[in-house]
């Protein structure tokens, strides 16, 4: 009689054990997952500000060809900076947060530019030159804005968290 | 097509009219621009020399929609009856654009009142 209730309490402690194992394996599991989708959320995140920051380089250069009046650079730059620009924000929209908006205006702002310098590169009016430069400059601090942010988040280990 | 563009463009001269609208400046001279709230479509209105632009663009700014009627279609009478209405319509939309765009109506008000303080 004794003999089969210790077997029957030895049976139970090693349910109880398993189950314990089972469990903490378990929770191992789920925080290496855990770990695993935080660094690759910071690592995305890296990769969005090496992207902005290019794209702000090239729209400062953008904005120096308007600057000098050189017009077949700038309508190179442009046609650059808007395919980069779709493409970045395409690949990084889930960072991009309240910005996308802004983003997409910029966006529009360089397709029109696009397809009023590719008719008239060489004939713009007094008040378009003077907008363009507006324009470009607008855009290099949206762009710049955007680098600044996503780095002070990475700074931050925004993407640790 | 002119049916669609002119629906469209009756419906953003209602909803500028109501304030729901913001526009803005585009790069070429008499170029106007908004985006729906949510980014997914824009719209361009362009009023240039003797020709109307109107074009809707998706979100990623490819053109889904593009009409341009010159005043010479409507002299000779090769435009009628929607075309002319549409050309109209680009015409009162763009004025409207351009007043809401330019803060018209508050630096005239604004020069009323530097004018009357002289």
Redesign the interface.
């Known amino acids: 009689m004794i003999l089969h209730d210790l077997f029957d309490w030895s049976n139970a402690g090693v349910g109880v054990t398993g189950l314990g194992l089972t469990l903490w394996a378990v929770a191992q599991a789920t925080g290496a997952k855990t770990a695993a989708e935080r660094a690759e959320n910071s690592i995305r995140r890296h990769n969005a500000e090496v992207d902005f920051d290019s794209l702000a380089r090239m729209a400062k250069e953008l904005h120096g060809y308007v600057e000098d009046g050189r017009m077949s650079e700038a309508r190179l730059r442009t046609t650059d900076l808007?395919s980069e620009l779709?493409l970045a924000i395409r690949q990084h929209k889930v960072f991009l947060g309240n910005q996308?908006?802004s983003l997409?205006?910029k966006?529009?702002?360089l397709?029109?530019?696009t397809d009023?310098l590719n008719r008239k590169s060489n004939d713009l009016?007094q008040?378009?030159r003077v907008?363009?430069l507006g324009?470009t400059g607008a855009i290099l601090e949206v762009l710049a804005g955007q680098c600044g942010e996503l780095r002070s988040e990475v700074e931050r280990g925004r993407g640790y968290e | 097509m002119n049916d669609q563009a002119l629906g469209f463009v009756n419906q953003l001269i209602e909803k500028t009219e109501q304030g729901k609208l913001s526009w803005?400046?585009?790069?070429?001279?008499g170029?106007y621009?908004t985006?729906l709230?949510?980014?997914k479509l824009?719209f361009?209105v362009q009023v240039n020399g003797s020709t109307n632009h109107f074009m809707m663009?998706d979100?990623?700014?490819e053109v889904i929609l593009l009409e341009s009627i010159d005043i010479d279609e409507l002299n000779c009478g090769i435009a009628r009856g929607k075309r002319v209405a549409l050309y109209n319509a680009i015409d009162q939309l763009n004025k409207l654009a351009r007043t809401q765009a330019l803060h018209v109506n508050e630096k005239l008000a604004d020069a009323e009142k530097m004018l009357a303080a002289i």
């Open positions: 808007r779709a996308l908006i997409k205006e966006q529009l702002d397709k029109l530019v009023g009016s008040t378009e907008r363009l324009i | 803005s400046t585009g790069f070429e001279d170029q621009k985006l709230p949510d980014g824009a361009v663009l979100d990623k700014q």
